[in-house]
């Protein structure tokens, strides 16, 4: 009896299983890397309802981070500043600028004489507490997942500078996702903290760089310098899942 399939067709299954093969593999290799922190997360650049220039106020003026963002060091969550803070010094600095309008309402609330707003009693609600107006709807930026502890205050305070994670502020006119912030970057640095670490009265210097001799390499003075540190302090950072995921 003669064969009613030609004999190229007892290659269609194998062929098949080479093709999903080479599409499963594509399908990976795209989600591995646009599914990625670093692909998802660096470069996230959101508009902020105020334009804050951080390469000028920390960058040019050389306002310490923590004059802001005033709780990072106390706290293992960084507090965003609330708009008393901005008018600390907005009330005498381009205290009319349009720029800081929703400053300014989040601050005076409903008050119609900004002028006098701290200078009378009757300012105060019956609470005794300043009245004011909504908060300054800040876009957050970094985030790590729910799942994840963090504590800014420990690293702060065992001389992790705040450049580690979020780079170079002070030279961002608009603030971006600048790290990718994923488990093998946290893993990375918890394995070589001498690599990061530096002195606490440097920490939120973010031009700061481990001073070196003539023609000493600067990797390894800041090797030196970070083992130094590490055994003075005792910093023995948790590489156990337990230490991150609680």
């Not at 004999?7 to 989600?31: D, E």
């Not at 400053?103 to 609470?127: A, H």
């Not at 670490?197 to 090797?223: F, K």
Request: charged letters at 20%; glycine letters at 8%.
């Amino acid at each position: 009896m003669r064969n009613f399939f030609p004999r190229w067709a007892n290659y269609i299954p194998l062929k098949l299983v080479i093709c999903l093969g080479l599409i499963g593999g594509a399908v990976t290799a795209g989600i591995t890397y646009y599914a990625t922190p670093k692909y998802t997360r660096v470069g996230y650049k959101p508009t902020q309802p105020v334009a804050y220039d951080h390469s000028f106020h920390s960058g040019q003026l050389g306002l310490d981070c923590r004059y802001c963002h005033h709780g990072v060091d106390k706290s293992s969550h960084a507090n965003v500043p609330s708009a008393n803070v901005c008018m600390s010094c907005h009330k005498n600095i381009k205290a009319n600028s349009p720029l800081l309008e929703v400053v300014r309402n989040s601050y005076f609330g409903e008050d119609t004489d900004k002028d006098g707003r701290l200078s009378d009693e009757e300012d105060l609600n019956k609470d005794g507490l300043l009245t004011a107006g909504p908060s300054v709807p800040w876009v957050r930026i970094h985030k790590v997942p729910d799942y994840v502890y963090f504590n800014h205050a420990i690293h702060v305070n065992r001389g992790i500078s705040c450049v580690e994670c979020h780079g170079r502020i002070d030279q961002m006119k608009v603030v971006h996702h600048a790290k990718h912030l994923s488990m093998s970057f946290c893993l990375e640095c918890h394995r070589r903290p001498e690599e990061s670490l530096r002195p606490m009265t440097e920490v939120t210097n973010l031009d700061w760089t481990v001073p070196t001799s003539d023609g000493q390499d600067l990797d390894l003075a800041q090797i030196h310098a970070g083992l130094e540190i590490k055994e003075n302090w005792g910093v023995n950072p948790p590489l156990s899942c337990t230490g991150c995921h609680r």
